[in-house]
């Protein structure tokens, strides 16, 4: 598991894609809050954890609560793919069903993570949520393009200890 880890960060780090995603879907999305509001949560958002995948997976594995998990993409790439379990509810419908008509409070002490393509959006959700006096809040870091490529290398690895090549033990 620690390689993997290892090997997952090393990917991670030289994602610069990243960054052109997240312009991307800047320019497309509309949000219900101002730029600077977003910049503002996004930059100085506090009163959350980010959790990597490995950690969101021991989390799902564990034996105590399992947390909520709100993907706030679109439809569209939530039916491409998502982390079992998890509920959609798209960025701007979320602000406003938690703000104006305050959503989720039956959570308030639950545990919830946020999920979007980049982790971007979901930093300012949990931001938000920090604000309205949620306890346990995390988000997904670098959201659903560091979850598949988590969920791949996990994969592979454990096809190559079926097929009696251990890939895993001869990365590092």
Avoid at 62 to 87: N, S
């Amino acid at each position: 598991m620690k390689r993997l880890v290892m090997l997952e960060s090393i990917y991670n780090a030289l994602d610069t894609g990243i960054f052109v995603d997240m312009v991307k879907n800047s320019l497309k999305t509309r949000f219900d809050m101002g730029f600077a509001e977003f910049m503002k949560h996004l930059i100085f958002g506090k009163g959350y954890d980010e959790l990597t995948p490995p950690q969101l997976t021991q989390n799902l594995e564990g034996l105590g609560k399992k947390p909520l998990i709100i993907d706030l993409r679109d439809k569209h790439k939530f039916k491409m793919g998502h982390i079992r379990g998890a509920v959609l509810h798209p960025f701007d419908d979320f602000l406003r069903d938690t703000l104006m008509d305050h959503g989720y409070l039956a959570y308030k002490d639950n545990p919830i993570v946020l999920v979007c393509d980049t982790g971007h959006q979901s930093r300012v959700a949990a931001s938000v949520l920090a604000d309205e006096k949620f306890l346990k809040i995390s988000s997904l870091k670098r959201g659903m393009r560091r979850w598949n490529r988590w969920e791949k290398l996990v994969s592979n690895c454990l096809q190559s200890k079926k097929k009696r090549f251990h890939i895993c033990n001869y990365i590092f």
